[in-house]
T-cell receptor
Framework: GAGVSQSPSNKVTEKGKDVELRCDPI?????LYWYRQSLGQGLEFLIY????????KSGLPSDRFSAERTGGSVSTLTIQRTQQEDSAVYLC????????????FGSGTRLTVV | KQEVTQIPAALSVPEGENLVLNCSFT??????LQWFRQDPGKGLTSLLL?????REQTSGRLNASLDKSSGRSTLYIAASQPGDSATYLC????????????FGGGTRVLVKP
């Protein structure tokens, strides 16, 4: 596609429920990244995919968070048993691995846990 | 561990003034540095990308410089307009293996008409 697409754009969920956030990167971009931006905070790295593998998942805050990528394309970030502190904007970005063109970000998913 | 700092955290200027936004980083072993703009409630829009071998990049009213040895980058916005009001973020990509960007905390800019 022309840009990085994220869905849903907004998600309100009850504490304790599971949520899935989706990211569709730019076609041909082999690298995909998830970041989190909490209210008033900076961007926090969560996980990086190269193809379908995740060589760096050091930013996942707990074992309630997991992510997968299939077909070297779409990625899903899953948060189990959501907590109020999970409320944030979740941003996805993609880039062409090894190229010098930087990251392209999606518009994000605003998650609110009530 | 790479740390990226942006000063000031917030900036308010009258329309027409030039904007100067600063970004500093602690580890000079970077691959590139990218400046982004973020409007409230939106994602990040890439403004300029400077490779480690470059000294500056320009796009329209925007100019970004990079001094890798001193760990600094500056984003200049000429003749500011109210539409330039946004948060500006810089991010560095490490030269070492791995691709994740490290972000600064951002500078929130308000251009008053």
């Amino acid at each position: 596609g022309a840009g990085v697409s994220q869905s849903p754009s907004n998600k309100v969920t009850e504490k304790g429920k599971d949520v899935e956030l989706r990211c569709d990167p730019i076609s041909g971009h082999t690298a995909l990244y998830w970041y989190r931006q909490s209210l008033g905070q900076g961007l926090e790295f969560l996980i990086y995919f190269q193809g379908n593998s995740a060589p760096d998942k050091s930013g996942l805050p707990s074992d309630r968070f997991s992510a997968e990528r299939t077909g070297g394309s779409v990625s899903t970030l899953t948060i189990q048993r959501t907590q109020q502190e999970d409320s944030a904007v979740y941003l996805c970005a993609s880039s062409r691995y090894g190229q010098d063109d930087g990251y392209t970000f999606g518009s994000g998913t605003r998650l609110t846990v009530v | 561990k790479q740390e990226v700092t942006q000063i000031p955290a917030a900036l308010s200027v009258p329309e027409g003034e030039n904007l100067v936004l600063n970004c500093s980083f602690t580890d000079s072993a970077i691959y590139n540095l990218q400046w982004f703009r973020q409007d409230p409630g939106k994602g990040l829009t890439s403004l300029l990308l400077i490779q480690s071998s470059q000294r500056e990049q320009t796009s329209g009213r925007l100019n970004a410089s990079l001094d890798k040895s001193s760990g600094r980058s500056t984003l200049y916005i000429a003749a500011s307009q109210p539409g330039d009001s946004a948060t500006y973020l810089c991010a560095v990509r490490p030269a070492a293996a791995g691709n994740k960007l490290t972000f600064g905390g951002g500078t929130r800019v308000l251009v008053k008409p």
